[in-house]
């Protein structure tokens, strides 16, 4: 594990990836979304507004495992101060807040035709957009001190408090009465729909996730470049 | 063509759907990647100025190269 903690080493083998996660992730979109608009048929309930599904539940899933990601790393960074921990966490949560609001907006474009409304306080959608201002408020934390490093801290310990929620998005829909519809693809009888459909969406899920792989190489990058760009700034004060 | 853009009546909602997500993952990845461009030219500029160009060999043998 400790192979990986080294920053320098770290930089090399993103370089050595990215292209393939770039070819990979644009593969998958292409696949996926023709498979959304092409192979997978219209819903017997729901027209063609099941569309909006291979974007919806990939999004909102990556939503959370963006957030679960955020509380591992965040964990790793305060117990072991591990260097790169705390990086992937801060240059993982734009990401997750951008899946995280999208699972909201096409979430809203659904309901409005399905259920008849843009918007219901009901539990699956309170605790997702509960979990929106967690993304924001971390990042927010973040900036919040002169002192990075209680930042990072402050923010950790923020991003720790909050995977509480993630249980409550999880179960909500069973727990609570919800004009959500319950789990169809994680339950404990395996997924509860069609061949013709469960495959664009899975394959959507994996380029979504793709995508946060690329989005996160480059954000780590750029933050290790700005620690290097701090301390050269630090000599150059001191004159070299 | 015309009743693919349709959706059954639901293209107003679909394609706001799809519209929306590329969007935003487009300005998330072009941002990023305009900010690790930005941050790299800024890296090299300050390292040609305090004549470190030579000391990045060194950097990547050593194992603690950012704290140095």
């Known amino acids: ?240 | 063509m015309q009743e693919f853009l349709e959706m059954g009546g639901y293209g107003a909602y679909v394609w706001p759907s799809y519209g929306i997500t590329a969007l935003v993952m487009v300005i998330l990845l072009i941002a990023s990647v305009r900010s690790l461009s930005s941050t790299e030219a800024t890296h090299k500029r300050l390292q040609t100025e305090l004549g470190l160009d030579k000391e990045q060999k060194q950097e990547t043998e050593n194992s603690n190269g950012d704290e140095a």
Not at chain 1, 65 to 71: R, W
């Open chain 1, 1 to 240: 594990m400790h192979r990986f903690a080294n920053p320098t080493r770290f930089l090399r083998i993103a370089a050595a990836i990215q292209p393939w996660v770039i070819g990979i992730t644009v593969i998958l979109f292409g696949v996926g979304l023709y498979m959304s608009f092409f192979t997978s048929p219209p819903d017997y309930q729901q027209g063609e507004t099941v569309r909006i599904m291979y974007v919806h539940v990939p999004a909102a899933w990556m939503g959370m495992f963006c957030y679960a990601s955020l509380a591992i790393a965040s964990a790793v960074s305060l117990i072991w101060k591990h260097p790169l921990a705390d990086v992937a966490a801060k240059a993982t949560a734009p990401t997750g807040a951008a899946f995280t609001f999208l699972s909201l907006v096409t979430g809203s474009l659904w309901g409005k035709p399905m259920w008849g409304t843009w918007w219901v306080w009901d539990a699956r959608l309170t605790s997702m957009l509960i979990l929106l201002f967690l993304y924001l408020g971390y990042m927010a934390l973040q900036g919040a001190f002169d002192d990075r490093a209680r930042g990072a801290k402050a923010s950790a310990i923020l991003a720790l408090v909050g995977a509480v929620n993630l249980p409550i998005i999880k179960f909500s829909v069973t727990w609570w009465n919800s004009l959500h519809q319950g789990a169809t693809v994680v339950t404990m009888d395996g997924p509860k729909m069609d061949a013709s459909m469960l495959w664009p969406l899975l394959i959507m899920a994996f380029a979504f996730k793709g995508y946060y792989i690329w989005v996160l190489l480059v954000r780590m990058r750029q933050e290790l470049t700005a620690n290097k760009v701090r301390i050269l700034r630090l000599k150059q004060a001191h004159g070299g």
